[in-house]
């Protein structure tokens, strides 16, 4: 079992923190926002298989909720990193990662493409995946051109390899970023915002990404459920209120689950602790091909 910190014990009903729980604590700190997942130490050299931050080459952190990574800091010799399908919202700490060659940040909070400047000081960086945040906006090719204008060395964007042709695109087309995003305070802005969240928010929260899911990723949570598949002739009538069942079918078969773990003994929950472990390693694995 991974090495990590201490963190609450999930109420049945949210299962978003049941499989945080296993990678990433709170801030302890007063003035850290209540929500804040923080990658930790442990977790990082647990992942990694290294003894010290200094040995760490690769981390894969993909689909945790981490909004705090500031474990970066200390990561000088990481060469590929992937945080996608988290809730990271600021890129300062990566910008320490002087060796980086890869880094996988889709499906994250990043706001604004002034977070570019924080990667305009890897002078190593070859490959990013910063698709479906965002400051992506909705001006694709613009988007692509301020990106390629500040970071030129970059050989693959978005799983897309970079042309010459656009580069030099790019420095007529791209915005240039000379300064960091301005900071929200986000103490005051998150005070309500808490690890134990409702179910109700988890809920909608769920339903928002399921209505975004493409056709593959639908059939995919549909399977899990026991569900047949969406054809994809009528992938484009597949209504919301479909999407609003299986979301309450998922929660409940996940608070069933977590209910009945509460009748099994030390050797039953490391059967369960196996069996997901397997299941999740798995599909991080598949994850980082398609991302690549």
Same mark, same amino acid.
């Given at each position: ?32 926002? @209540? ?11 647990? /992942? ?39 809730? $990271? ?5 990566? &910008? ?13 909070? $990043? @706001? ?11 002078? *190593? ?15 694709? *090719? ?27 695109? @790019? ?67 597949? &209504?919301? /209120? ?51």
């Amino acid at each position: 079992m991974d090495a990590m910190a201490p963190a609450p014990r999930p109420a049945p009903g949210n299962a978003a923190a049941a499989s945080e729980a296993a990678l990433v604590t709170r801030p302890g700190k007063p003035e850290a926002p @209540a929500g804040a997942m923080k990658l930790t130490r442990k977790a990082v050299l647990s /992942r990694a298989k290294a003894s010290e931050l200094g040995g760490v080459r690769k981390l894969n952190c993909w689909g945790n909720r981490l909004t705090d990574i500031s474990i970066c800091h200390e990561l000088p010799n990481v060469e590929v990193i992937t945080f996608s399908v988290n809730n $990271i919202s600021d890129l300062e700490p990566v &910008s320490q990662c002087q060796h980086l060659t890869e880094l996988y940040l889709r499906k994250n909070r $990043i @706001a604004s493409l002034a977070e570019l400047f924080h990667l305009k000081k890897l002078p *190593h960086l070859r490959i990013l995946w910063l698709s479906e945040n965002p400051c992506c906006g909705s001006d694709s *090719h613009r988007y692509r051109m301020t990106v390629l204008r500040n970071l030129p060395n970059l050989q693959k964007l978005d799983n897309q390899l970079v042309t010459e042709e656009e580069l030099s695109h @790019a420095l007529l087309e791209g915005d240039e970023i000379t300064a960091p995003p301005a900071k929200l305070d986000l103490a005051n802005c998150c005070q309500n915002a808490t690890l134990e969240s409702s179910e109700t928010d988890f809920t909608a929260e769920s339903e928002n990404e399921l209505m975004n899911f493409s056709l593959e990723e639908t059939n995919k949570i549909r399977q899990q459920l026991g569900m047949k598949p969406v054809p994809r002739d009528k992938f484009s009538s597949f &209504s919301p /209120r479909e999407v609003d069942g299986n979301c309450k079918n998922r929660n409940n078969i996940l608070n069933a689950i977590l209910l009945l773990l509460e009748e099994l003994d030390s050797e039953g929950l490391e059967v369960v602790r196996q069996t997901s472990g397997n299941k999740l390693q798995a599909l991080q694995k598949k994850e980082l091909h398609e991302e690549r």
